[in-house]
């Protein structure tokens, strides 16, 4: 069974998602409790990925074929999880976008894909957001965090309007704000009033973790 | 033209210019606005960053046209809104109209191209085809509006770089210089892909780059090592343009630290370490520009 884990994990490192998807549907045959899976198989995969990743052993393409490898073995693992006892395996529902005025997709697209390879519900509006549309999905899906991209200079102030604009609308308690992009930093995101900045995709899924997970 | 070139950087250290966004910003680029779209809605501010850092000294002034291929554009509704012919082909005329408004003898145009945007895969699903096809019509349109040389400029994929320097080769026998941008991590420089300069200086030179090196992401004191990387594996020409710093913000705005004489302090360090060309990138401005030369002319 252990050895199963680590074929699981070694998968994920691997970007193999045909072998991933093929090792989960094995392990939903063989009746192995799917959160266990995750965790003692999937997850270690991923999380060695991230290490490789902020060490810079492995580089964006690898990244992004671990996540998807990810993403195929949780599709598959999925529907065991829910109705169970393990239905609180979401760890969080974050809407995610680049903001209005700024086209930069990449950075995004990858904090995006490690959020949901790790158990994250994501809705990714893509690029060039207005501030009311953050705030339509944040309250169409029920959110737990809104996390806005700003790859420049000129488009950052754009983070501070979502700010702002919860705060009118009394939303701002129940909605977490996180920033990223090249010119954000922590002490930017203080600024302007948001929970929380990460300089990358493994380190935002380590302060979403921190702000909204629900356990594992 | 191609001779010229060569002349010129077998004799001195070429001075290229610097950041051209930041300052188009300072001069009311607005949210959403790409820059490339100024070269027809606000010619004169695009002619006067030339001519600022043609006053700067510097002798190669990359036309204003980073994102103008039809892929780039695209991804923008300000970009797309443009031809990319005639943004091209404006993008050169403005530096033309510079360098004959400063009088100056001896300066170049060069044709600025940079990256897509978009990824092949695993991570996009951009084809070589229509990277060829975009680069190859951006080129077609620079060389027809009469550009010195090439600048392919930011390359994070070696693909991508091959595609852009094809598209030129197809369309031009003018002098082509390739530049990658390199992150420095534990161990060692790699591009966003994990491409290593190594690759870089095997690949390029092989599919027709006159000259080769690295501009954005590291800052001046980063790049030194960098530079020594490669001088250390190649005898070919190589071109060095790197960031200013980091920006920090202050006020909700950013403030670039770092002082044009550190920038030009490191630029010459730059320049012992093998760099036959120097240049700025991110965040510098005419002062940098005229810092590093300074020093290229009283510290020799």
Known sequence: ?216 | MKRMFEELIRHKVVLFDGGMGSMLIAAGLGEGEVPESWNLSRPEAVADVHAAYIDAGAEVIQTNTFGATRLKLAASASGRALDVTAVNAAGAELVHRAREESGRSGIFVAGDIGPTGQFFPPVGILTEKDALDAFREQAKALEAAGVDLFLIETMYDIREAVAALRGVREVSSRPVIVEQTFEKKPRGYFSLVGDTPARGIEVLPAEGADMIGANCTLSSGDMIDLVSEFRNATAVPLLFQPNAGNPEMEHGNPVYRQRPEEFARDVERIVRAGANAVGGCCGTTPAFISAVHDCLVHGR
Not at chain 1, 21 to 26: P, Q, S
Not at chain 1, 81 to 109: C, F, M, W, Y
Not at chain 1, 145 to 174: F, H, P, W, Y
């Open chain 1, 1 to 216: 069974m252990n050895n199963l884990y680590e074929e699981c994990a070694g998968a994920v490192l691997a970007g193999d998602s045909a072998r991933a998807e093929e090792l989960a549907r094995k392990a939903m045959e063989e009746k192995l409790p799917p959160l266990e899976v995750i965790e003692k198989g999937f997850v270690k995969g991923i999380k060695e990925v991230g290490r490789l990743w902020e060490e810079g052993s492995l580089f964006l393409p690898e990244l992004v074929m671990g996540a998807e490898a990810m993403k195929k073995a949780m599709a598959v693992i999925r529907p065991a999880l829910e109705g169970g006892e393990d239905a609180s395996n979401v760890q969080g529902r974050v809407v995610i976008g680049t903001i209005e005025g700024d086209i930069h997709d990449i950075g995004k697209t990858l904090v995006a894909t490690m959020l949901s390879a790790n158990g994250f519900e994501i809705a990714d509006l893509g690029a060039d957001v207005p501030v009311e549309r953050f705030i339509e999905e944040a309250q169409r899906i029920d959110a737990d965090c809104i996390a806005i991209s700003a790859l420049l200079t000129t488009t950052m102030n754009g983070q501070k309007r979502v700010v702002d604009a919860l705060e009118e609308r009394s939303m701002r308690q129940a909605v977490k704000v996180v920033v990223g992009g090249a010119p954000c930093s922590a002490e930017w995101a203080e600024e302007i009033g948001a929970d929380g900045y990460a300089g990358d995709a493994v380190g935002a899924v380590r302060l979403l973790k921190g702000l909204i997970g629900r356990g594992a």
